[in-house]
Structures are given as structure tokens and as C-alpha cells.
């Protein structure tokens, strides 16, 4: 049975370096399979990664015939997956009455629904051992006017992610919640367009490398939550003390 990897949102950013630390860190990975709809940057992946074979599935993942491909190619394999990444995701900033409904509903569809789904797809495929890392963000800590739907949708990874690694604790399935704090990749672009970046984000922006090395660690450490960085950790325990309202207000100001 041969030994794969999924990882969603491999085309760039924290999916593609994770990809690289797959490679070298699990060893006994026979085949990675990629998952993001721009198949140029993949093939730069093969070029570059000699030790594991890439496989490409240069899908759109808010369409339904993606899941149904990556169901076939499964079920034909019937491979063992050993790890799966899920770190598609889309974020738009604005306030809810500004951003259009496409741009809402793409959100959830990538974030929450491709999340969930790929989840369901690939565990009867996994085993004991098995590792599942799950893109929340810090951005679940706390509801985030300007950034409601995405916050919500991570709240919503974060919460699924807690209650799923509970639920596969017994089979010996691990399940890590990523969730970093701003973090130097094409999202952030995308996310605000043409809008400055506050000075605080630009303080706190992590290193993409850094985040993936640091949730591998945390997930082999058998963490439930990978928080990269000390002002995120702090984030989090304030959002888990003070009161929401409170929070939610400092996050409008
Ligand atoms: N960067 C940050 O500040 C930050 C902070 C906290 C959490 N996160 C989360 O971390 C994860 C990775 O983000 P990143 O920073 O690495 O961003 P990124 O560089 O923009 O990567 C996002 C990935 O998602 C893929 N994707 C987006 N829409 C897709 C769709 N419809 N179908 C298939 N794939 C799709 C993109 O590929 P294609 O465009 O080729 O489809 C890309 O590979 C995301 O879940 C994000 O929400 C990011």
C-alpha cells in the first residue's frame, strides 16, 4: 500500500511549504498529492522536489466535480495516507455590507465546506499514526468586525478540529489546529488588496517557513493548537480571558 500525503492550497504560501517539509521530514512518504487550481507552481514543486513523487490535482475546490476526482483517484489507489494537509483557504476584508456575495460565500466554501469535506474524503484512508493538520487561525480567537466571515470560518475549523481529534483519539488519528497570526505569504495581498497593512500586523508578520517547521514540531509533540510566535500565544490567553465584547471592540478600534 503506498504511503501519500494530501496537502490542499500547494500552489503557494504555507500549503507549498509544507510540502517541502513533508518531503523531508516523513520520510517514508511515497507520494504527495497536491491539491490547488494553479497547476504552474505545482509542477515547479515536481521540479524541485526529487525525494517524493508529486502527484498534481489542479482542482478548484468550491467545485463540486474536484471532490469527486479526488474520490475517484482514492478509491482507485486505495493508498495510506498518512498525513493530510488542509491549507486551502481565501480571506477578504471588509465589512460584511461592502464585500460581494461571491467573495462571502467563497469563503465559507474553501475555508469551511472544502475543509470539511476533503476531512470526510480522506479518513477512511488514514490509520493509527495518521496526522491531520487543519488551517485555522488566530483570527478564531475572536470574532473580527472587517474580517467577519473569514474569522467565523476559522472559528468554525478551529471548533471542528478540537472536536474531530477527540472523536479519532482512540483510532490514533492526531488532529492539529494551525493557527498563526499574520504570516508573509500572497493571502495577505489578496486579502487587502490595495488597503495598507496596519503597522501591528507588519510587526507581528511570521515567516512562512517558521509557522510550517513550528506546527510539524507542535503536532509531534501531540499539540491539539500550533501557535506560532509569542504575541499570537499571548492573543490567544487574552481572548480566552477577557470578555468577548470586550474584545470584539478592541479588534473595531
Ligand atoms: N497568511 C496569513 O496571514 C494567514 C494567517 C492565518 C491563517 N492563514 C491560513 O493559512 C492557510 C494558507 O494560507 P497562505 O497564507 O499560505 O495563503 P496563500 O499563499 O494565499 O495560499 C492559499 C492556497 O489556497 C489555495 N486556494 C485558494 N482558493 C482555492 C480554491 N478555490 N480551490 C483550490 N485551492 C484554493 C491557493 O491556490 P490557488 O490560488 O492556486 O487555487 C493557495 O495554494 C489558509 O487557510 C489561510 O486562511 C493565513
Known amino acids: 500500500?503506498?504511503?501519500?500525503?494530501?496537502?490542499?492550497?500547494?500552489?503557494?504560501?504555507?500549503?507549498?511549504?509544507?510540502?517541502?517539509?513533508?518531503?523531508?521530514?516523513?520520510?517514508?512518504?511515497?507520494?504527495?498529492?497536491?491539491?490547488?487550481?494553479?497547476?504552474?507552481?505545482?509542477?515547479?514543486?515536481?521540479?524541485?522536489?526529487?525525494?517524493?513523487?508529486i502527484r498534481l490535482f489542479p482542482l478548484d475546490l468550491k467545485e463540486e466535480e474536484s471532490f469527486g476526482k479526488i474520490s475517484k483517484a482514492l478509491q482507485e489507489e486505495k493508498p495510506w495516507a498518512g498525513v493530510l494537509v488542509n491549507g486551502a483557504g481565501?480571506?477578504?476584508?471588509?465589512?460584511?455590507?461592502?464585500?460581494?456575495?461571491?467573495?462571502?460565500?467563497?469563503?465559507?466554501?474553501?475555508?469551511?465546506?472544502?475543509?470539511?469535506?476533503?476531512?470526510?474524503?480522506?479518513?477512511?484512508?488514514?490509520r493509527k499514526g495518521g496526522q491531520i493538520y487543519q488551517f485555522a487561525s488566530a483570527a478564531a480567537f475572536s470574532p473580527q468586525p472587517g474580517?467577519?466571515?473569514y474569522a467565523a470560518s476559522k472559528a468554525y475549523v478551529l471548533s471542528f478540529s478540537m472536536a474531530l481529534r477527540q472523536e479519532l483519539k482512540e483510532q490514533g488519528i492526531r488532529v492539529?489546529?494551525?493557527?498563526?497570526?499574520?504570516?508573509?505569504?500572497?493571502?495577505?495581498?489578496?486579502?487587502?488588496?490595495?488597503?495598507?497593512?496596519?503597522?501591528?500586523?507588519?510587526l507581528v508578520m511570521a515567516d512562512c517557513d517558521r509557522v510550517v517547521s513550528c506546527a510539524v514540531k507542535d503536532a509531534k509533540k501531540g499539540k491539539a493548537v500550533s501557535v506560532y510566535g509569542m504575541t499570537m500565544k499571548l492573543t490567544r490567553w487574552i481572548c480566552r480571558i477577557f470578555p468577548e465584547e470586550l474584545i470584539v471592540r478592541f479588534f473595531q478600534s
Open 1 to 53: 500500500m503506498k504511503k501519500i500525503a494530501i496537502v490542499t492550497g500547494a500552489s503557494s504560501g504555507m500549503g507549498r511549504a509544507f510540502i517541502f517539509q513533508l518531503a523531508e521530514k516523513y520520510p517514508k512518504l511515497e507520494e504527495i498529492w497536491a491539491v490547488a487550481r494553479r497547476a504552474e507552481p505545482m509542477e515547479q514543486l515536481q521540479k524541485e522536489i526529487k525525494n517524493v513523487k
Open 90 to 126: 481565501i480571506g477578504i476584508s471588509g465589512n460584511f455590507n461592502e464585500i460581494s456575495e461571491k467573495e462571502m460565500t467563497g469563503m465559507m466554501d474553501v475555508n469551511c465546506r472544502a475543509l470539511t469535506r476533503m476531512t470526510y474524503l480522506v479518513l477512511p484512508y488514514m
Open 147 to 149: 474580517f467577519a466571515v
Open 176 to 202: 492539529t489546529a494551525v493557527c498563526p497570526g499574520p504570516v508573509k505569504t500572497e493571502f495577505l495581498k489578496k486579502a487587502y488588496g490595495n488597503q495598507k497593512i496596519s503597522g501591528y500586523k507588519r
